[in-house]
């Protein structure tokens, strides 16, 4: 498979891009490299989406599937018309955040959505959803339904979350400063949470790729609560990146078990503080065809 990532430096990308490589794909990143560097095996195009004849040297390449993790409505837009008539299929990254109402539990790709960005810029996180939606509609308008996949991803976790978000609890349960192990937290121990490991999320995009997969589908983790990441890790450090078995999903098992301090992200980030990885399963799987 010839695959493009319009990024492929930073935490995402790279793993997409790393994990297209093991698997024996040809990779060609464009980005502008200024978040490092591409993994080893992949080619690399620099390029700045925001400028014009930013796709010149790509669109001379015929593509098996492109994919595409911005949140910005115009490079989007300039990369599907770019690109529409070189690759094969599109896979976009999108977000849970595209939906109007988030109180209902389990409801599905049918929801309502926020109002479309009407420009090309978003400005700032307050319109993120807005911004996705915007991606996604400039997406189907150039490959279509048959040609694209939209996965509206949920929380990401695992190793390179530099943003802490999902290894925050995992940390203070294993290491408690409060006297008699003790750590103060809100009293809410059955709020769940659904984190997704971002090793989990690119072996499904690129499977999906592979599949030539298309539809709308929300990504997401197995449910986890509170008091169950406490049970998991208010132990001694032998217990740590010990979760429950992974969930199995459809036709292919997702699921990690190795632990954030000692694997380091196929993009080549090491995390050394969080002590464990999720138990995530990409949702919604299906086998090809079916």
């Avoid at 279509?144 to 390179?160: D, F, M």
Wanted: charged residues 20%.
């Amino acid at each position: 498979m010839r695959l493009l990532v319009l990024g492929g430096t930073a935490w995402l990308g790279g793993c997409v891009a790393t994990t297209a490589l093991e698997r024996g794909h040809q990779v060609t990143c464009l980005a502008r490299g200024s978040s490092g560097p591409v993994p080893a095996g992949a080619t690399f195009v620099r390029a700045d989406r925001d400028r014009p004849r930013a796709y010149d040297e790509v669109v001379r390449e015929q593509w098996d599937v492109v994919v595409d993790v911005s949140r910005q409505p115009g490079q989007v837009r300039h990369a599907v018309t770019a690109l529409a008539p070189r690759s094969s299929s599109y896979v976009f990254i999108s977000s849970g955040n595209v939906y109007a109402d988030h109180s209902e539990v389990g409801a599905d790709e049918s929801s309502a959505l926020l109002p479309a960005l009407a420009g090309d810029v978003m400005q700032d996180m307050e319109t993120y959803g807005q911004a996705k939606v915007a991606c996604e509609q400039h997406v189907l308008a150039a490959f279509g339904a048959s040609r694209s996949l939209i996965a509206r991803v949920g929380l990401i976790g695992g190793p390179g979350d530099v943003f802490d978000r999902s290894g925050y609890w995992p940390l203070r349960f294993a290491r408690p400063v409060g006297p008699a192990g003790r750590v103060l937290v809100p009293d809410v121990p059955d709020l769940a949470t659904q984190v997704l490991d971002v090793r989990d999320l690119a072996a499904w995009i690129i499977e999906s790729g592979r599949c030539a997969r298309s539809g709308i589908f929300n990504v997401m983790g197995e449910t986890v609560s509170l008091a169950s990441i406490s049970r998991s890790h208010a132990r001694s450090p032998a217990t740590w990146g010990r979760w429950p078995r992974p969930v199995r999903s459809g036709w292919w098992s997702t699921g990690s078990s190795r632990g954030w301090g000692s694997a380091p992200c196929p993009c080549g980030y090491r995390h050394r503080s969080t002590p464990a990885s999720t138990p995530a399963t990409a949702g919604r799987l299906e086998r090809p065809g079916s």
